[in-house]
């Protein structure tokens, strides 16, 4: 199956380049590219897109904001690519509905396989991001919503290898990481990301990592 891809870039060097070196994936194909978030949702209109890469610093609109547009009309899932390592970045862009947050100096085998996860519904974000935006979200975690007492409330609902694996996504570990220290097959471990997104009204891992850190549910499990 082929995922088709957009590439939004004020760049023409970084579209181009990201174009030449994923047109030698079989698996890819790009549809199309854009210089701004304007011509990113205009372009979307067009072209059947399943994943669009994304800049965070535009012209006119950016990334975030592009982001947040694409999202809540339905659009394809996004990366935002980006060669600022900067946490506001991230966070926004996960808040802006964004399903992952890579560098752009990502090696291609990293991108290839990003693209390929969030295709899936997985969630990706950069190593070197992860652990400072999940400190990010902890030390800024407001008094408990309504929303986050009735979500914290359909914790119970998950059984207890459930609660064992939404504690080591709170972590941040992949799915392939999740099976080896359970010692389980890698798609049972989706099998079972798939329920707990279900249980608790997800959009995806993002959100749960998000949400666990909210509910102070942060890597409890003991391997």
């Known amino acids: 199956m082929t995922i088709r891809l957009v590439l939004v870039d004020d760049q023409e060097m970084y579209r181009a380049g990201f174009r030449m070196v994923l047109s030698t994936r079989p698996e890819f194909e790009v549809v199309g590219d854009a210089d701004d978030g304007d011509t990113a949702l205009e372009l979307l209109r067009t072209v059947e897109a ?123 570990l992949s799915n392939g990481e999740i099976a080896e220290r359970l010692v389980i097959a890698e798609s049972t471990t989706r099998v079972h990301v798939g329920r707990i997104l279900a249980k608790l009204g997800l959009r995806d891992r993002v959100q749960a990592v998000v949400l666990a850190h909210r509910t102070g549910i942060t890597g409890s499990h003991d391997a």
């Open 50 to 172: 399943d994943v669009v890469l994304m800049d965070v610093r535009m012209p006119r609109m950016d990334g975030v904001e592009a982001t947040r547009r694409i999202r809540e009309s339905g659009g394809p899932r996004v990366i935002v690519l980006t060669t600022f390592d900067l946490d506001e970045y991230a966070y926004d862009a996960i808040q802006a509905g964004a399903s992952g947050f890579l560098l752009k100096d990502v090696p291609l085998a990293e991108l290839a396989a990003a693209i390929s996860h969030v295709h899936d519904g997985d969630a990706v974000v950069a190593p070197s991001t992860t652990r400072r935006l999940l400190d990010h979200v902890a030390a800024s975690r407001p008094e408990p919503s309504a929303t986050d007492a009735w979500n914290a409330g359909r914790l119970s609902e998950l059984t207890p290898r459930e609660r064992e694996v939404f504690s080591l996504m709170a972590e941040g």
